[in-house]
């Protein structure tokens, strides 16, 4: 059955190129952005592990170790980093998981039979550092993701972790948050000093608590 928000994520050993891992262990108390990949030697793909791989920093700012899949073989993906490297002017420096055997991949129903029986899905999982699934998204194999958006959901799922905020459409870091309808009026200035405006009484925005 597919994995939900909510659901823990499975645990899992595997080879990368960065040695051998068990998942949990390797995600320890941190966040983790775990990521597949249709298959190596493929050029969507290969730009996207260059994307990453120049912004890990902006991961372990958030506290958030990143991870790709692939359902090759790890001789194909020693191979296949040297060509991230060259051709996206970059030294790889996050490890991607081999899962010939697609025992990752089945886990985390990573195949979408009717999209394509042998390659994975682009599918993204956000995981807290409880070890349940904070995030979800699937996309098409012919479509690059936007890792600025996943670092942006990030940048919200910790927020919202530790306030009684949501975030508004297009929302981005530093801009105001919507005060959440279980919150009551009388409780705002005591949760929310910096003050609040209300548009409705189910509409309140108050700025981000933490900046
Ligand atoms: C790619 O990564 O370029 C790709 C992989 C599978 C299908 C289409 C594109």
């Avoid at 799922?157 to 297009?170: E, S, W």
Wanted: charged share 25%.
């Amino acid at each position: 059955m597919a994995l939900r928000l909510g659901d823990e994520a499975p645990n899992f050993q595997a080879e990368t190129t960065e040695g051998s891992i068990d998942f949990h262990q390797w995600l320890g108390d941190q966040w983790g952005v775990l990521f597949s990949h249709p298959a190596d030697y493929t050029p969507v793909c290969t730009t996207e592990l260059g994307a990453v791989s120049k912004i890990k920093e902006e991961f372990s700012k958030r506290n958030a170790k990143i991870i790709a899949i692939s359902v090759d073989p790890l001789t194909d993906h020693q191979g296949w980093v040297k060509d991230i490297n060259e051709t996206q002017q970059t030294t790889m420096n996050f490890p991607i998981i081999a899962d010939p055997g697609r025992l990752v991949a089945t886990l985390y129903d990573m195949i979408h039979p009717n999209a394509d029986d042998k390659m994975t899905v682009r599918s993204v999982f956000v995981i807290g550092p409880d070890k349940k699934i904070k995030l979800t998204l699937t996309y098409p194999a012919s479509t690059g993701r936007n890792f600025q958006e996943i670092l942006r959901v990030m940048d919200s799922l910790q927020l919202t972790a530790k306030y009684q905020v949501a975030t508004p459409a297009n929302w981005q870091h530093g801009e105001d948050c919507i005060i959440v309808p279980a919150v009551l009026n009388e409780e705002i200035p005591r949760l929310f000093p910096k003050g609040h405006r209300e548009i409705k009484p189910y509409l309140r925005y108050t700025p981000q608590p933490n900046k």
